[in-house]
């Protein structure tokens, strides 16, 4: 293969890894935001607790890869759903912007109650042995395989729960309508818990394949990432399962793509300007369709 | 009895005089440390060694200052790994706490604001660990500051020194640097390293940037890969390297990799592991080669604390040694005193080797070494000078 060719690939593939993680971060802000129409500004710290969980269980527990994973789900998913029963419900008729502000705090809660336990940056240990191939010249180690393999098994999973299972029916009644469809039999709390839970669930496996591919880890990593996964749902049109995706692996990809072909300086410059630029054309997001708003 | 009781509670009431008049007249010293935030270990080596020095001095009874023998007091406060809170903790210290003199912040990201703030309160200010130039020059007329002292060398100095290791010891005729554009301390000696191994024959074939809290560099990392280079800087903190080492190798990079002063805390093995065995770095002393005086704050601090010490607490040690000996040939506990001692202080031994200030500079004369790391230790390879 040629070099340029090569070289294109190699990105490609950095890109892939990339999106796959902002998107299964992404899928949770959209989850939410689709059903309360709520941004939980928590859910970046939530999948930086993921990676703690990742931790405890590979280290203190000893667990090999997928108990590891499996274990770190469900603590997510709990947690989760802890936090909206405790933090949100309450809310759930207050003004809008009550409930952001407490999602902000309990974002600043989990890092520095993070923090309190885990001041210094912690190793994950490679739960994978990792084999790097040599495809002429294009490096794919087996890491980059499982993240971008094991998090479009999830997404399809989901889309599949959400399209195809009468839990995820119910999901969609209840973003249509809060009102008159816990009349007809739908249980509201338990399908608003579930959402956060699977959410939640999704942010851990995240936080786990993050930790392998960056084994370093500490309370503020999912800040900046957790931005992203947001801006990433933005794009694909908040609300919308399969326009988070998108969204994300477009935003990994213009991050990667950006770097790789301008000087790395201007990486957020350029990014961030595409994607504005991309929302000033179309304001809803690539799958977003406009609401009317009730009076 | 009557005679003996009052007489009692006179020696008493006397005592407790002296004991509230000393109190008074004790030396409050301030810390600012990166406790909390994205280096934790530099802030715990400072406040460390700290406590060590100040605990040292008031076991000895005290300093000699004039003719009283006074206490010292340590004030620490966190900077959190903020600019901000760097600054606040500075006006703290100073306005509110009343130190005589300030020890820190470390990093030059949060060293140059607290030295602003040091500067405009005529307060002295030692930092231990921050190389960036900047620090101690005036952002106006870029001359030194009066108040802004600091006990390491500075980068233009270290990127020299790593340059001509690099062609020299390394052999090596292309290089590549990736580095945080949004620090000042890793961009500072990341431009030095390029002029400096430019000037000197070699050629930078990929100079290469992100932003801090970033994880991810494949991209970077992928562009440095297709430009072949011998050897890859990475002037970088402790907690980012592994990462980027990792992926390096992830993505099949053989070639070495050299850092600077900014590797030499312990947590670099206990998060890096295997994968930096046999890469070099430029820092301020290397503890298995130390000088008789660095040997017994060696152990004591091993003693203590249960680790070897790493540059920052040998380098606050001896940023404290500094202030206490200023402090006496002072002869007075006054901040404007301790300036004029420690601009005049003549040769100070201390653990990171001698360290002299020059009239026209805040800035000491003294050497680097080289480490490398070996089976997860730091081991020392040569002295270096450019």
């Given amino acids: 293969m040629s070099e340029g060719i090569v070289y294109w690939l190699q990105q490609t593939l950095n890109a892939l890894q990339l999106g796959s993680i902002y998107a299964l971060i992404a899928l949770g802000y959209t989850m939410v935001y689709g059903i309360l129409t709520m941004i939980n500004f928590a859910h970046g710290d939530v999948f930086m607790v993921g990676a703690f969980f990742c931790f405890l269980a590979a280290v203190y527990l000893g667990l090999p890869f997928v108990p590891t994973l499996l274990l770190t789900m469900l603590g997510a998913a709990l947690l989760g759903a802890m936090i909206e029963r405790l933090a949100y419900k309450p809310l759930r008729h207050a003004p809008r912007v009550s409930a952001i502000i407490t999602a902000l705090g309990v974002g600043i809660f989990l890092e520095n109650f993070t923090l309190a336990l885990a001041p210094y940056p912690k190793n994950i240990p490679a739960l994978l042995e990792n084999v790097t191939w040599d495809l002429g010249g294009v490096s794919l180690s087996s890491l980059q395989v499982i993240i971008i393999f094991l998090s479009l098994g999830l997404m399809f999973l989901l889309d599949y729960v959400v399209h195809r299972t009468p839990v995820g029916m119910a999901m969609r009644a209840i973003s249509w309508d809060k009102t008159f469809v816990p009349l007809m039999g739908v249980p509201l709390d338990l399908i608003i818990s579930v959402t956060f839970a699977i959410g939640a669930g999704l942010a851990g496996a995240a936080g786990t394949m993050y930790a392998l591919a960056y084994p370093v880890i500490d309370p503020y990593m999912g800040i900046m990432v957790g931005w992203k996964a947001f801006i990433s749902a933005v794009v694909g049109g908040i609300g919308n399962i399969r326009g988070a995706m998108i969204g994300a692996f477009i935003l990994g990809g213009v991050e990667i793509m950006v770097t790789a072909f301008f000087p790395s300086t201007y990486r957020d410059f350029v990014a961030f300007t595409l994607l504005m630029l991309l929302i000033v054309v179309r304001p809803y997001g690539i799958l977003g369709q406009p609401r009317t708003q009730k009076v | ?386």
């Fill in chain 2, 1 to 386: 009895m009557r005679k003996a009781l009052s007489l009692l509670l006179f020696s008493v009431l006397v005592s407790l005089g002296v004991a509230a008049w000393g109190a008074e007249k004790a030396i409050k010293l301030g810390v600012i440390a990166e406790l909390t935030g994205d280096m934790p270990a530099v802030g715990a080596s400072c406040r460390n060694a700290a406590e060590m020095a100040v605990k040292e001095v008031n076991a000895a009874g005290g300093l000699q200052v004039g003719k009283e023998k006074m206490k010292v007091v340590l004030v620490v406060e966190d900077n959190a790994g903020k600019a901000d809170q760097s600054a606040a903790a500075a006006q703290k210290l100073i306005t509110q706490d009343e130190v005589l003199a300030i020890v820190g912040p470390n990093a030059s990201r949060y060293a140059i604001p607290a030295a602003e703030i040091a500067e405009s309160s005529e307060t002295v200010l030692i930092t231990p660990w921050s190389t960036a130039p900047k620090t101690t020059l005036d952002t106006a007329t870029n001359k030194p500051k009066k108040y802004v002292f600091r006990a390491c060398f500075i980068d233009p100095f270290q990127g020299g020194v790593l340059a001509k290791f690099a062609l020299g010891n390394l052999k090596t005729k292309k290089a590549a640097v990736l580095y945080d554009v949004a620090s000042d301390y890793n961009k500072g000696i990341a431009e030095v390293f390029k002029a400096s191994y430019e000037k000197q024959g070699g050629k930078i074939v990929a100079f290469e940037t992100y932003t801090t809290n970033d994880k991810d560099f494949s991209a970077q990392l992928t562009k440095i890969k297709d430009a072949k280079p011998d050897v890859i800087f990475l002037p970088n903190y402790y907690s980012e390297v592994p990462l980027q080492v990792q992926q390096a190798k992830r993505l099949g990079i053989t070639v070495p990799f050299i850092g600077s002063d900014s590797w030499g805390s312990n947590e670099l093995l206990t998060l890096g592991g295997a994968d930096l065995n046999g890469y070099y770095f430029s820092t301020h002393y290397a503890a298995d080669n130390a000088a008789p005086v660095a040997k017994k704050f060696i152990t004591d601090y091993e003693k203590v604390y249960g680790a070897k010490p790493d540059d920052v607490a040998a380098l606050t040690y001896d940023a404290f040694g500094l202030l206490f000996d200023s402090l006496q040939s002072a002869g007075k506990a006054d901040r404007e005193a301790i300036r004029a001692a420690l601009s005049t202080l003549p040769s100070y031994k201390g653990v990171t080797g001698d360290m002299k200030f020059q009239a026209d500079s805040r800035d000491p004369i003294k050497s680097a070494v080289i480490l490398q790391i070996k089976d997860g230790k730091f081991t020392y390879f040569t002295n270096a000078n450019p």
